[in-house]
């Protein structure tokens, strides 16, 4: 017997299915030194009823997982008959549970966002007063011993002062990470924007000698997002590229439109990261540089999660590195957002 809901689920017809050796709805893989369903069978006569999840095959030979349960058939003599197999095929049902645990695990994250944010911003505000005071201290002292010290010593009193604007500086970076991120997305045109970062990098570039390469969808890219925040975005995406080839090399740019949404992808010869480097690259204070408080890219994770897309790294230690960004895909053409 093969019934309507196998011929669904394995693509082969009743007619075409009878005949068939059984082991053709297995994965290969599965097949070691005998007959599957014949150890099945052995496991059923000794337990009664045989239950696991197996991988199977469909006509088509896509693989899926499935739970699989055999049971023997009997006569109300004993006798052997056969054995029913029921599979349920858990493919949207894994699915649904992988799901799961990314929204779990995406909660938990933010949560945890959430409470470094306060505490950073707490932190910053107890640093940030102090230093107001140093700095005001510092003015006054200047205008007080000018022209009565050596140039040479009053050089010491900017260093001070440099030193307290950097730190002030830094705390309303860290105050500007606890505060949400306020966005205003619109149809706008996405090669522009891009173009337009890439021109705001070039006198890196040129001070690196690094070659640029851009290949932009010719069709035009319409993509609803807050134009500031993807500018911001891109430059800071392109600035780590540019800071990861010290010796000079190549920033690629490409556009396109998937089956998936709009892809943008932003790939550099530089020195590359380890897979753990990687691992850990959109994480709030995370940085692999040794200036830096490791919130660009956390920044740009996050505007990009904020509008229905996610963003990706590919890096090889050495080689280079290629940050991928999957936006929504907007159906009106970039004529008419720029019109």
Known sequence: MFNHGAELMFGYSAREAMGIDPCALIGADQIRNENPFESWARQTDIEGRHHQ????RRANDERFTASFTMTPIRQRDANL?????????????????????????????????????????????????????????????????????PRAEMTLVDKIIDGINQLSTTADQVM?????????????????IITASLALVEPQLSAK????????????????????????????????????????????????????????????????????????????????????????????????????GSVDVSSTAGKGTVVTITLPLETAKADEASG
Do not use: W
């Not at 999840?53 to 199977?56: A, Q």
């Not at 396109?256 to 990261?273: F, H, K």
């Open 81 to 149: 008959l056969g054995y029913l197999c029921i599979v349920k095929d858990l493919t949207e049902e894994r699915r649904n549970e992988e799901r799961l645990r990314q929204m779990a695990a995406r909660l938990a994250h933010q949560d945890k966002i959430a409470a470094l944010g306060r505490m950073a911003a707490q932190l910053a505000h107890e640093v940030k007063n102090p230093l107001a005071g140093l700095r005001l201290y510092s003015l006054h002292l200047k205008s007080k011993i000018a022209g009565q010290i």
């Open 176 to 192: 500007s990470f606890a505060r949400p991120i306020m966005l205003t997305p619109q149809p706008v045109d996405l090669n522009r």
């Open 209 to 308: 000698k690094i070659g640029t390469s851009l290949n932009l969808d010719k069709s035009g890219i319409c993509a609803t997002i807050d134009e500031a925040a993807m500018r911001s975005t891109l430059i800071n995406l392109m600035l780590n590229s540019i800071q990861a080839m010290s010796e000079g090399g190549e920033l690629k740019v490409s556009t396109a439109i998937a089956d998936q949404g709009i892809r943008v992808e932003i790939a550099d010869t530089g020195c590359g990261m380890t897979e753990e480097q990687t691992k850990h690259i959109f994480e709030p204070f995370y940085t692999t540089k040794s200036q830096g408080m490791g919130l660009g890219l956390f920044f740009a994770s996050t505007v990009i999660e904020q509008q229905s």
């Open 53 to 56: 999840d197996v991988e199977l």
